[in-house]
């Protein structure tokens, strides 16, 4: 028995790739033309369905994947909000060196920016209410500290990783489960061991739906932990909870009628994008979970777009693709200029498609993902909303 994952020296060595990129370098090889150089493309041709803006990300481990191989890059930077037809990176350099890492480089690319849109559409639309993601449960464990990565940049405002101090050098956020709730057969006791025993800059958030109705726990979970309690949180299944909405506005109520209206509400459990604008004015805050891990894909592509030859770079692509490499250049969020790579603008004179990687070396710092994220927050406040 074993995990079926690739190790990270699998991954960086080329191993973990298509086996017919494999095959096209051994042809290369074999006839003569390691020594071919292109500029490579990856861009974003259309937008899933509905969607008017994507978050651009995994930049950092793309940038890891191709380290230290003789290449150039060059890529807008990680948190950019893109439209469709925007190219994100170009990669320089012989494709005998390029051609196996396309696979996990796109892989990376369109995962990272796929969960990250998500994670930020569900961000925008909670207004300026908090958002946690607890979406690790429904994907393998070897890419949760990548899905708690994406999910951050996206916007949210806690990850539940236990790892994410170190990983991301963010603690981990989160609430107590049912089964904490089962164990105990009741629901005071279980209350009552999470204030006594969690740290105490952890929020004393009661969940409140595993045995009975909502309002009458609410009431009970304040009586229990008095002034120390921060909130309720609402996990109900859907087949079982009713009118959501309905059921908020009854605690709500109740909570002001007994003078703690100052007591947060939370909800979680299968929450969507429609369910969130329902909700928004009434709650102050999300969990979501499975609709960011499986997000519509964000698709990605990557294409040979010019080729050296005799000391130029010559446009040279296959058709349905635009030839020659390009840049980006920003006049605001999502109003860009795109124009040939060594063209001056027209309208824009911020260039977006900034060189990373110089023969395989890291020639600028990265930020942080917690500068990442405020990049992106700061541009969905001009995004249009979902």
Request: some cysteine; aromatic content about 8%.
């Amino acid at each position: 028995m074993r995990f079926y994952i690739a190790s990270e020296d699998e991954i960086l060595n080329g191993k973990i790739t298509d086996i017919y990129f494999l095959r096209t370098k051994k042809i290369i090889e074999a006839k003569g033309l390691k020594e071919v150089k292109v500029r490579m493309e990856v861009h974003l041709l259309d937008l899933p369905e509905n969607y008017q803006w994507v978050v651009y990300a995994g930049l950092e481990e793309a940038l890891h994947l191709l380290k230290g191989k003789p290449i150039d890059v060059y890529s807008l930077p990680e948190g950019t909000l893109i439209k469709e037809n925007t190219p994100v990176m170009i990669v320089e350099g012989r494709y005998y060196d390029i051609c196996e890492f396309e696979t996990p480089l796109l892989g990376i690319l369109r995962h990272y920016t796929s969960v990250a849109t998500k994670a930020a559409r569900f961000k925008k639309l909670a207004l300026n209410k908090t958002v946690l993601y607890f979406g690790l449960r429904s994907a393998h464990p070897a890419i949760h500290p990548m899905l708690d990565r994406a999910a951050y940049i996206g916007g949210v405002d806690g990850v539940s990783g236990s790892f994410n101090k170190e990983t991301l050098g963010v603690p981990p956020m989160g609430t107590m489960p049912h089964a904490l709730i089962l164990v105990f057969d009741d629901e005071v006791d279980a209350w009552k061991a999470f204030d006594e025993v969690v740290e105490p800059e952890v929020p004393r958030i009661a969940l409140i739906d595993t045995y009975n109705d909502e309002r009458f726990a609410t009431v009970k979970a304040v009586n229990a932990l008095g002034k120390r309690i921060h909130g309720v949180r609402i996990d109900t299944p859907r087949s079982r909870r009713g009118d959501i909405k309905a059921i908020v506005e009854e605690i709500k109520w109740t909570l002001k009628l007994i003078g703690r209206d100052d007591v947060k509400i939370y909800v979680s459990g299968g929450l969507n994008e429609e369910k969130v604008k329902e909700l928004r004015e009434l709650v102050d805050g999300f969990g979501i979970g499975t609709s960011v891990t499986f997000p519509p894909s964000v698709d990605l592509s990557m294409d040979i777009v010019e080729k050296l030859v005799n000391g130029s770079w010559i446009p040279h692509t296959k058709k349905g693709k635009w030839p020659g490499a390009k840049k980006v250049w920003r006049c605001g969020t999502l109003d860009y200029e795109i124009t040939p790579f060594n063209f001056n603008p027209i309208r824009c004179k911020e260039d977006l498609m900034i060189k990373w990687l110089e023969n395989g070396k890291i020639v600028r710092e990265l930020p942080s993902v917690r500068e990442i994220r405020e990049y992106v927050l700061k541009q969905l406040r001009e995004a249009p909303e979902p």
